[in-house]
């Protein structure tokens, strides 16, 4: 906020002269003075809560916000009324009395001044709550509002018709200036720009709400109040233009607006007034098709029974309808502000029908769009279990609640929403439906990370493939290539020679066939690199025997290797258990001091458990180095895992390989 002690004085000079006043009219109210146009309900009153209403006000905003506009029209308009108590009265009374002098005549048409309230609302309107025109249209619309507001003013003052108007009965009275001039008739002319300025005060109000319906943060907060008040206004306008309201009711507009200016300015959050905009809606929309409908009512029954008769059947029905109409309007405002959340089991049917018409990895995040609209939340997220989002929607705001999303009693991630904005949190009927919303998403998130998992997994096997591909084409390439050309230009210089120089021609047979043989060699080792051969030969358990007496060739270990009844394995799995031993086996004659190591090969549960130890002394945590990250690689890449570590008997490595189910 920015105050100043300037602005603190004309505060105080303003809410004085708003004393003066007040204490001026309630003085000639006392004393049994006439007052213009007075009726059924005293018209002082209006111009009384006007200078009480925004004189006060006002004075506090140009206070405590003199950056704003809103304090200065506010104490604006009411210093306008203030003149016209002071002045009007005395003149109308004067006129009473048969008097017709200039100042008298000049005094009436201060009366103009009623208007200035009316056009500082619509511009107060226009410019809230930032003090300044809500855009290229809004600042359009000021200028507009600001130029028929001082034509009026103007044409009140120099015209005729604010004469005739206060002054009532009394005739004969013209301007004293532009009175039978042409000046005078286009001032009377301006006058019809009055209803204009209040034409386009609406418009901007129902800008307000509109505002209201797309603002964020603190300006949503501000314009909340500020709706509740065009909706009051938008309720008690039809009785303003057709001359029926009350001035009480005048006075409780001009209450209304005030102070749903003022707090959100000075205390935006001062209290939630949802329940109470909502209500307003309600109970406005039903009030005005009411009245509607009874006029409606009470003209066509008019054509056939006399007034008297028409009255009380008009009131009977609309007595009937209001029930009914009740419900289906505050269905209709729930709706606009709540969403689905009235009707939860049509907005899970929706709902579901929306997850299952999306295919694919789309589903999740045309599901968080579908809860955030049905809703009206701002946010909608569905994340994993470790925070990671698969799917959001919207803009994250505070407050945020979660929902578990499970699947066969484990949590698969997260519904994360975002409480309306305005409003503290969730409500029991809001929790209620967004857990009943978490309880369908748990199998299609459970999907959704299978489907991941199984893309992933077809990128790792097309990946290997092809680096295993590239492996091969490499080591024929280079091995096997080069070789096989050698034996066959050795060959060739063998035949060349074979005649003339047979010493010469032996000499390149020998070296063709060594040539031979390290290409025979070399072959093995590329087909050994697929598939170790001992596994067709020998099984998996032999194969492992006969790989262990070479590993522990010259070691003071000894490897046991206990296998009962091992059924057909897959290749993969028959690999990667093969493969894993012999890692295992290696790491023990390298770095054990012990002098037995055990292998033992058995299948559980549609498993193959592989367990390799030793006796020997193992402390502390295995660093995962090379060899323990490759056997724990292999076990993941077919869906297993393996642990390797420190036991109390030694260290020990333990890997289990999942089976397919048996036919």
């Known amino acids: 906020m920015h105050r100043t002690r300037d602005s603190s004085r004309w505060a105080a000079a303003m809410l004085g002269a708003v004393l003066v006043g007040v204490g001026y009219l309630l003085w000639w109210v006392t004393a049994g003075r006439p007052w213009p146009d007075s009726g059924q309900f005293p018209a002082w009153v209006e111009p009384l809560a006007t200078m009480i209403a925004y004189g006060v006000a006002g004075a506090l905003l140009v206070d405590r916000r003199p950056d704003l506009s809103f304090g200065w029209l506010l104490s604006g308009a009411a210093m306008l009324v203030v003149v016209q108590v002071l002045i009007l009265p005395p003149a109308y009374a004067a006129v009473l009395e048969g008097d017709r002098s200039v100042w008298v005549r000049w005094g009436l048409t201060v009366g103009t001044f ?37 034509l009026v003013m103007v044409g009140g003052l120099l015209g005729s018709t604010t004469l005739r108007d206060v002054a009532g009965s009394v005739a004969g009275l013209s301007h004293p200036l532009t009175g039978g001039t042409a000046v005078g008739r286009i001032a009377d002319a301006t006058i019809v720009l009055a209803p204009v300025v209040v034409l386009l005060g609406l418009i901007a109000g129902i800008g307000v709400v509109v505002r209201f319906a797309r603002a964020e943060g603190i300006a949503r907060q501000q314009l909340k109040w500020r709706a509740v008040g ?64 009874f006029a409606v009512v009470s003209g066509l029954a008019t054509r056939v029974v006399s007034r008297q008769v028409a009255a009380p059947i008009a009131a009977v029905v609309v007595a009937l309808s209001f029930v009914p109409l009740r419900d289906r309007t505050q269905h209709l405002v729930d709706r606009l502000f709540y969403g689905g959340r009235q009707d939860p089991y049509r907005t899970l049917r ?29 946010y909608v997220a569905i994340q994993r279990g470790d925070g990671t989002p698969v799917a959001c929607y919207g803009t994250r705001v505070e407050p945020l609640e979660r929902w578990p999303l499970e699947y066969e009693g484990q949590i698969e991630g997260f519904l994360v929403a975002s409480a309306r904005r305005g409003e503290e949190g969730f409500d029991d009927r809001d929790r209620s439906l967004l857990c009943d919303i978490a309880g369908q998403l748990g199998l299609a998130l459970h999907t959704r990370t ?37 034996i066959g230009l050795t060959l060739d210089a063998a035949r060349a020679r074979l005649v003339t120089d047979p010493l010469a021609a032996e000499h390149h047979i020998v070296a063709a066939r060594e040539a031979a043989a390290q290409a025979l060699a070399d072959l093995r080792k590329v087909v050994h690199g697929l598939r170790p051969p001992t596994l067709d030969d020998l099984g998996l358990a032999g194969a492992l025997r006969s790989q262990a007496e070479r590993l522990t060739a010259g070691s003071p270990l000894q490897v046991t290797i206990e296998a009962g009844e091992l059924p057909d394995l897959p290749a993969a799995v028959e690999v990667a258990a093969y493969r894993t031993a012999v890692e295992a086996i290696t790491n023990a004659v390298r770095h054990s001091d012990g002098r037995q190591c055990r292998v033992r090969l058995n299948v559980s549960a549609r498993k193959l458990v592989l367990q390799v130890g030793d006796d020997g002394t193992s402390t502390g945590l295995w660093l995962p180095g090379v060899g323990v990250t490759a056997m724990r690689e292999r076990a993941a890449e077919l869906g297993g895992s393996c642990q390797a570590g420190p036991s109390p008997d030694g260290g020990v490595v333990t890997a289990w390989f999942p089976l397919p189910e048996t036919p």
Not at 117 to 138: C, D, E, H, K, T
Not at 139 to 147: D, F, G, N, Y
Not at 358 to 375: E, I, M, N, Q, R
Request: glycine share 8%; with cysteine.
């Open 450 to 486: 299978l489907t991941v998992a199984l893309l992933r997994s077809q990128q790792r096997l097309v990946a290997a493939r092809e680096e295993e591909r590239r492996r091969l084409r490499r080591e024929l390439h280079d091995g096997l290539g080069p070789v096989l050309t050698a």
């Open 350 to 378: 929706d709902l579901g029908q929306r997850l299952n018409a999306v295919p694919g990895g789309d589903a999740l995040g045309s599901f968080g769009h579908a809860v955030a609209s049905a809703l009206r939340l701002p």
């Open 230 to 293: 065009v909706i009051v206004a938008l309720v008690l306008f039809p009785l303003a233009v057709t001359e029926q309201l009350p001035s009480l009711l005048s006075t409780v507009d001009t209450v209304v607006f005030v102070l749903t200016l003022v707090i959100p300015v000075l205390r935006y959050r001062l209290w939630s007034i949802d329940t109470f905009l909502r209500r307003s809606l309600v109970y406005g929309a039903i009030t005005a098709a009411l009245v509607i409908g």
């Open 114 to 150: 009623s208007f200035a309230p009316v056009a500082a609302q619509g511009l107060i309107n226009l410019r809230f709550p930032s003090g300044r025109p809500a855009g290229r249209w809004g600042a359009i619309l000021e200028k507009v509002i600001i130029t028929c507001t001082a």
